[in-house]
């Protein structure tokens, strides 16, 4: 991978089954993770038209393998500009600086 600074190489694991969850309510908010992310689980518009609270969303189409996932190891990137609810059971987005997230 090469960065601004300088070329650096990071090794990742592919971990099945894995569960996260928050400190303080623990089972409550645990979450199994999906072991691989394919381009098929790429939102696209007609996916969210179906909200009424998400009409307004126009996502780009994206035919692209995923190469790189951001994780909230890097704040600035990821910091909520615009949050976008509906009712209980339906989906959210998040507007972050690269765009909008579900």
Known sequence: MNTMGERYTMYTNDIKNLIVCDLKYMQIYAI????NVSKDQIPHTNDINKW?????IE??????????LLGID???ANSPL???TGPP?????IRI???FVA
């Open 32 to 35: 199994t993770l999906p072991s």
């Open 52 to 56: 009424s609270h998400l009409q307004e």
């Open 59 to 68: 996502l780009p189409q994206i035919d692209s393998d995923i190469g790189l």
């Open 74 to 76: 890097f704040p600035y």
């Open 82 to 84: 615009l949050v976008i």
């Open 89 to 93: 059971g339906t989906p959210h987005v």
């Open 97 to 99: 600086r690269l765009g």
